[in-house]
């Protein structure tokens, strides 16, 4: 009966939302100690140990989300080895990752992107063909350390006095945005990231300039300049009157002004493909981004509990070998949507299991509830409010 069918899916949907529903809220509670979105007064006040705890429990319950939303972490040898290359095309960046406290990196499938590029070394007449690893989707999730850890840092490993650390860290932390804090957990989702992009996503981002940026700027800064400071000397010697010293002086301040404005130009058009590029790849940040990967968390469980749910359930109450249902989905899904995939039932099962819709035996057999009951069954789970014990945390 399709209609019992249909029902019978839905309402396992709807159990899961439940559950993420609750699931998001806690998380949502436990980010607003550090949420710098928040716009109203907090009634509870943490103390030190409080306040570590909570952060704790804060990331705990994220990563869990993020595992559950089928997300891989970005370890640190990966890492440095991403932030290590450089960019074919790209800008140029630096960042330092020792001003957080804490860091996560998740990503969602990997892709590879063609781009085309001219070649300045043969006059632009040809193309250089580029393959770009990219991220899917990118989950960042950092805390910048306070100030003053991070000044006994430097002056530890830099064998510096204090005042120096101070000046140094200041002025690493000058080009973050008014509001800027230690105390604040910034969460942010992106899309359609490159590998070696990656660090125009971090806040202290620092731009260099590629080899052929510098080689223009050294030409024409380098080159107007000293013709400038030659002329204007040739002016101020052969100069007989005040006005013409003065002239030349003008004239030489002219020649630097426009070097610099050429300086700060190549910097700003650095800063503008910066923009662009965050303005069309982020997705949503702090309390939008655990949302969405609350949603994607629940959409990837609820995919993955309907499909071995139907499968189980086709065998009409029979005890079926979970191996063989596997690569019944495996195959399913290569026929219907093309993709190949290794299916993971260990997890679907066990929120299956917990919900009392699948039966397992010591054997590894598996007996799922038919349609008509199944539904029954979760009505009544749902008017007692079992969600709230369903085990799947």
């Known amino acids: 009966d399709e209609r019992q069918w249909q029902r019978a899916l839905d309402c396992l949907a709807a159990w899961r939302h439940q559950y993420y529903r609750m699931r998001l809220l806690d998380l949502l509670e436990d980010y607003l100690p550090f949420s710098p979105d928040s716009d109203t007064a907090s009634l509870i006040e943490h103390d030190e140990a409080g306040t570590e705890k909570a952060r704790r429990e804060f990331i705990e319950g994220v990563e869990t989300l993020l595992t559950q939303a089928n997300y891989v972490r970005l370890g640190p040898d990966d890492l440095r080895r991403i932030l290590a290359e450089q960019s074919p095309h790209g800008l140029s960046l630096q960042v330092d990752l020792g001003e957080f406290d804490d860091l996560l990196l998740y990503y969602r499938g990997v892709d590879v992107a063609i781009e085309h590029e001219r070649d300045p070394w043969r006059l632009y007449l040809k193309t250089n063909r580029f393959e770009i690893p990219t991220f899917q989707r990118l989950f960042l999730m950092l805390k910048l350390k306070p100030s003053d850890a991070r000044v006994a840092e430097i002056m530890a490993a830099r064998q510096l006095d204090r005042p120096k650390a101070e000046r140094m860290v200041r002025s690493r932390r000058r080009q973050l945005p ?208 079992a969600f709230r014990a369903a085990g799947l945390a």
């Open 178 to 385: 008014v509001g800027v804090a230690a105390s604040h957990i910034y969460v942010k989702v992106f899309k359609r990231i490159p590998q070696v992009d990656l660090e125009m996503l971090f806040p202290n981002t620092r731009i260099a300039f590629k080899p052929l940026d510098k080689l223009k700027l050294f030409v024409t800064c380098g080159g107007g300049t000293a013709a400038g400071v030659m002329g204007t000397a040739t002016k101020i010697l052969a100069a007989t009157n005040p006005f013409t010293l003065a002239f030349g002086l003008l004239g030489f301040s002219a020649v630097v002004f426009r070097q610099v404005t050429k300086f700060f130009n190549t910097r700003n058009r650095y800063m503008m493909v910066l923009a662009q590029s965050l303005y069309f790849c982020s997705l949503a940040n702090n309390r939008g981004a655990l949302t969405l990967i609350a949603d994607a968390a629940e959409e990837e469980d609820v995919k993955e509990d309907m499909l071995l749910y139907a499968f189980l359930a086709k065998g009409h109450g029979r005890a079926v070998k979970l191996n063989a249902v596997k690569e019944d989905i495996g195959a399913f899904l290569s026929n219907k949507c093309g993709v190949e995939v290794s299916f993971d039932a260990d997890d679907a099962l066990r929120r299956l299991v917990a919900d009392g819709l699948v039966k397992k035996d010591a054997k590894g057999n598996a007996t799922a509830l038919g349609a008509q009951e199944a539904q029954e069954h979760l009505d009544r789970r749902w008017i007692g409010g």
